[in-house]
């Protein structure tokens, strides 16, 4: 803007010259004497009115340059037209221009269709976002982050870069994480209010799955891991709306300021394990939070941490969060076991048919339904074992009503001694006798799929080779080796009433 007023008053008010205006303003002679011509060429008069503006005084002396097609030239696009295509993936306002020159016999310049479009096109707007002390952390991933390569193998493996930031102070947290599932989002956290030594009153994540598990504008659905970290440590969540880029621009700016300090700092080093890239994030965010920033007065992160955020933030529990993850609606199944991680752990007998929560907290295993703690197990990775209590087994041992080890027994007996045999294995073998009943139950079903005699043979054969088990008689009666002699029948002769009878039903040829 030109010190307009202030030229005319030096002039015309006081009476001083062009040359004493020019070394008292630093202004060159020449632009004195050229605004004072423009200003009696406009037709104005001194004094002017109280009510003109800086801007009104110089478009009458400086009209600003209107961009007109000459002769011949087609018109220029509207700028609606132009705002509307610039909203479509890709689109520049150079390939509308260049779009422009192709339709048009003499297109206006470069320039001309820059300027024109931007004076016309509507100014975006934003409203500055003021955040309390100790309120809000915001939460993102880095779209850009890292890599390793594995010693053993030279397999190169990505990583992902978990950012955070304080709303009022900026004071950051980053660390690198082999993915983006639960449990690795959810321990970040931990790490980052571990590491900032206190807790925000409020999480703003973005909508991604781990955080936030059915995304809505008015009731979003966290995901349960999530939600019950967040309850640990006393603070709500609360997202981002989805394609509300202005929700989380504290972050979308963290983010760019790390990538642009931490990522650009380490694109020339190699690692070799996470622990490497944790290690050296770590230096050098010690480093971008000590760092002064000119806009808020040369004050570092930290520095505005403590004194803005840490005095009003919530103080860490005295137990971190341990859950690794949670299962919730399992069903309590008719033996009073529900699963979880292809094992089977026991609760009480009186919540069958129930649904349940599994909450895994490192090595243990907790069942809880309607707030309350139902039982606690060791973690296994036994696929498809037990894991039973005995204070959890009805008295008469029976999870259906007339269903009994004796009854089991007598209908196995039913088909013959092989498969009693075969049943009192599978129902010895087990922890306890209910853990065997529904391998039991499979086996007495095989004699309606299969026929009785051929199940009593197929549990002979299980018998001779020692497999007692359900899977073994299932393979057994799948490939038909029921039919097959054992080893040692085989060497036995074969009187005349045992020869085969051959009629036309068989298929192939008997030698």
């Known amino acids: 803007m030109r010190e307009i007023k202030t030229i005319l008053y030096y002039r015309l008010e006081k009476g001083i010259g062009a040359e004493k205006t020019s070394k008292a303003l630093n202004i060159s002679k020449g632009t004195i004497i050229n605004t004072l011509s423009r200003f009696e060429k406009s037709g104005l008069t001194w004094p ?16 600003p340059k209107a961009v007109q097609p000459a002769a011949g030239v087609a018109e220029l696009p509207a700028v609606s037209y132009l705002e509307t295509e610039l909203k479509k993936p890709n689109v520049t306002l150079q390939c509308l221009y260049d779009e422009y020159r192709q339709r048009t016999a003499e297109p206006v310049s470069r320039a001309s269709f820059y300027r024109y479009f931007n004076a016309q096109q509507q100014k975006p707007y934003s409203m500055p976002m003021e955040y309390k002390g100790g309120d809000l952390l915001f939460v993102d991933y880095s779209g850009d982050g890292l890599f390793y390569t594995e010693r053993t193998t030279g397999e190169v493996m990505p990583v992902e870069l978990f950012c955070c930031c304080w709303g009022a102070s900026n004071h950051s947290y980053v660390e690198a994480t082999h993915t983006q599932n639960n449990e690795a989002f959810v321990y970040s956290h931990v790490h980052a209010f571990r590491y900032f030594g206190v807790v925000p009153h409020g999480l703003v994540p973005d909508n991604l ?105 919530q103080p860490l529990p005295g137990e971190p969060f341990r859950v690794s993850e949670i299962k919730l609606e399992v069903l309590v199944r008719k033996n009073y076991h529900v699963q979880y991680n292809d094992h089977f752990y026991s609760v009480p007998y009186e919540h069958i048919g129930k649904r349940v929560t599994v909450k895994r907290c490192g090595c243990m295993v907790e069942i809880f339904h309607d707030g309350k703690r139902l039982s606690c197990h060791l973690f296994s990775l036994l696929k498809y074992r037990y894991s039973t209590k005995s204070e959890h087994m009805p008295q008469a041992h029976q999870f259906v009503k007339g269903l009994t080890p004796g009854w089991i027994m007598a209908q196995a007996a039913k088909v013959g001694q092989n498969t009693v045999d075969v049943v009192a294995a599978i ?76 009629h036309e039903n068989l298929r192939g040829t008997y030698e």
């Open 48 to 63: 002017l009115p109280d009510d003109m503006s800086d801007t009104t005084l110089q478009n009458l002396l400086y009209p």
């Open 209 to 313: 799955k781990s955080g936030v598990k059915e995304a809505d504008r008015y009731d979003p659905i966290i995901n349960p891991l999530y939600e019950e970290m967040a309850r640990h440590y006393h603070t709500a969540v609360i997202p981002a709306r989805v394609r509300e880029p202005r929700d989380k621009a504290k972050i979308e700016n963290g983010v760019l300021h790390i990538q642009r300090y931490i990522l650009a700092r380490l694109r020339d080093r190699q690692f070799f394990s996470l622990i490497e890239i944790n290690t050296a994030i770590a230096e050098l965010l010690e480093e971008f939070n000590s760092r002064p920033m000119k806009d808020y007065g040369n004050q570092t992160r930290i520095e505005r941490f403590e004194r803005l955020d840490k005095t009003y933030a």
């Open 427 to 502: 129902m010895k073998r087990s922890e306890h006798v209910q853990q065997g009943f529904n391998a039991a139950l499979g086996v007495l079903r095989f004699a309606k799929a299969y026929t009785e005699p051929r199940v009593e043979a197929a549990c002979a054969r299980c018998l001779y080779y020692r497999t007692t088990t359900y899977r073994a008689l299932k393979s057994v009666l799948q490939n038909n080796l029921d039919k097959e002699p054992l080893p040692d029948a085989a060497a036995i002769p074969v009187s005349a009433n045992d020869q085969p009878i051959v």
